[in-house]
Every structure is written in C-alpha cells, then in structure tokens.
C-alpha cells in the first residue's frame, strides 16, 4: 500500500497538538519537527504502507484558482499573498523538508499546484491501495472502494485519525466520495471561500445531490421545464450556474500534475545520514527520529 502523505496537514496538526515548551537546544520551538515524525512512525505502525510519498504544498493557493474565484482562500492569506502561518513553524518546516530525503523518504511537489493535486496526480499513477493521510477535507473526493483508495482524515490530530472508505464517507455527509465536491460546493466550504448556494443547506445539499446525481444532473433538471425540482431550488441553480461551474473547477483535485515519476520504496537505511545526525542534533529531535525509522524498517508481521 503506497501511503500519501499531505505534508502541511500532519505538521500543522504536530504544531497544534504538541506543547510550545518543546525546544531545540537553540531555543526555537520543535514541537512541530518531533511531533511530525512521531505521528508519521503512529501512522506507518498502525498501516504498515509499502512505500510512502509526502506530498508539499507547492503553491497553497494557485493563481489560476484564485482567477476562477477571488474569494479561495481569502481569509487565510496575508497582504503579500503568502499563507499566514503560526509562529515559530516556517523553520521548523524547513527542517522537516531537509531531514525528508535525508532520510530517505520520497517528496513530491509542484510550484503551481496544490498537495491536494499532487496527492491526486500520484494516486491515479498507481493501481496499488492508496492510503491518503490529511486534515483537508477536499481529499475524501478521492476515496475508491473499486480501487482500494482510502483516507485517513487528521481533524481531531494524529492519534485520533480515523479511516475512511467510501461507506464511511456517505455516512459522515450522506453522500459518496464521488459527489463529495458537488456536496461541497452547493452548501460551501467557509475555510476555503466557497460561498454555497443561497438557500441550500448542507440538508439540502445532500438531498439534492442524491436525487438528481450530482451538480451535473442538478443543472440538467433546472434547465428542463416541467422538471420535479422545486421552483426556489431551480431558481437557485439557474441564478448561480457560473458560481457552480467555477466552483467544482476549483474544489476538484488535478489529477494530472506534471510531476516528475517518484519512487516511494521505504528505505532500508537513511540516504543521509550526516545529514540526518546534523539535523537531529540541531532541532533535538533524535529520538523522534529513531522511532520513524524503527517504524518504517521493521518487518511486517
Ligand atoms: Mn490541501
Ligand atoms: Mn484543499
């Protein structure tokens, strides 16, 4: 099983979730480095993955996404445009990046897409199980049952993380993986800037979704007089066909990324390993280290 992680979920939920007492011997904080390795050694001992791939955020708020709909993402972004990140974790960041192929461990990223597109990118190269591991909730469009494509969704942190397939999906929004980004887009998604549909709950959205097969079908029964879609819901999906068309271009992962072929083989031994000792004295993090590796090279019973 090739297990993909989305990096900058599983290092913001290391920041959140370790205490700001943990310290490098320099005094910067280091929870954030720890606790990343410690919930990737949790994740690799509970789903013995055959090979891992962590996945970067290259661009965390495209320029062609943000065309399609000012409002993605706004909230979160700073005046120059760069995400306003929590103090203390853009070094720690590079540390992570660093200490990575130091170790061993495949990354993948592209300068104009989301990990969320890579993730997808990746997922679709492979006929192996997939194992997606974020805290975005956009990535539960790329559950498969048929293809043995799970996620493993990071919300209440590392050790809480809970498995979903596509029966686990439908239960926790009502509708399948499949329809899970028309799902998103009718009733919005404030973390991301998707408005809704005005008058269109997450109730509703649901129902909606389910009886006429997706934002598609919606669309196709508005347009048609005489259909059995309420006259307030078809005003709706007429008034905001641009808003939705938009909408589901930019809330569905790309899954075909011009990134280079990565081979996400678990390695039997660090690449680097002065690297790895330079690093690991400096951010004080040897044991956290030591644990990944015992989790990721010791055999699977
Ligand atoms: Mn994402
Ligand atoms: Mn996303």
Not at 22 to 33: C, E, F, M, Q, T
Not at 96 to 110: D, K, V
Not at 281 to 289: N, T
């Amino acid at each position: 099983m090739l297990m993909l992680i989305d990096a900058a979920s599983l290092w913001y939920r290391a920041y959140y979730g370790l205490p700001s007492s943990i310290k490098a011997p320099d005094g910067r904080r280091a929870g954030a480095v720890r606790g990343f390795f410690d919930g990737l050694a949790v994740l690799a001992r509970r789903f013995s993955p055959t090979g891992m791939v962590c996945c970067l955020e290259g661009n965390w708020r495209p320029e062609w996404r943000v065309e399609l709909m000012p409002g993605y993402k706004a909230e979160r972004a700073q005046p120059d445009g760069s995400e306003d990140t929590p103090e203390g974790l853009d070094d720690q960041v590079a540390a992570i990046e660093a200490l990575l192929p130091a170790l061993g461990i495949a990354t993948a990223t592209h300068p104009s897409y989301e990990a969320d597109d890579v993730i997808a990118t990746l997922a679709s190269r492979t006929a192996e199980p997939v194992l997606v591991v974020t805290g975005d909730r956009d990535l539960f469009q790329l559950v498969d049952d048929e293809r043995d494509r799970k996620v493993v969704y990071l919300a209440r942190g590392i050790s809480k993380a809970e498995l979903f397939d596509g029966e686990a999906v439908a239960t926790k929004f009502g509708v399948g993986p499949n329809h899970y980004v028309d799902f998103a887009v009718l009733r919005g998604d404030p973390s991301d800037g998707l408005p809704g549909v005005k008058g269109i709950g997450a109730k509703t959205a649901v129902t909606l979704v389910n009886t006429y097969g997706g934002i598609a079908g919606l669309k196709a029964a508005a347009a048609e007089e005489g259909s059995d879609l309420p006259e307030r819901q078809r005003k709706s999906i007429l008034e905001t066909t641009d808003y939705l068309d938009r909408a589901v271009t930019v809330s569905t992962a790309v899954t075909d990324v011009d990134v280079p072929v990565v081979d996400g083989a678990l390695p039997h031994s660090p690449a680097d390993p002065a690297k790895v000792e330079a690093l690991s004295a400096e951010w004080g993090v040897a044991s956290a280290l030591a644990r990944f590796n015992e989790a990721i090279t010791t055999p699977k019973a």
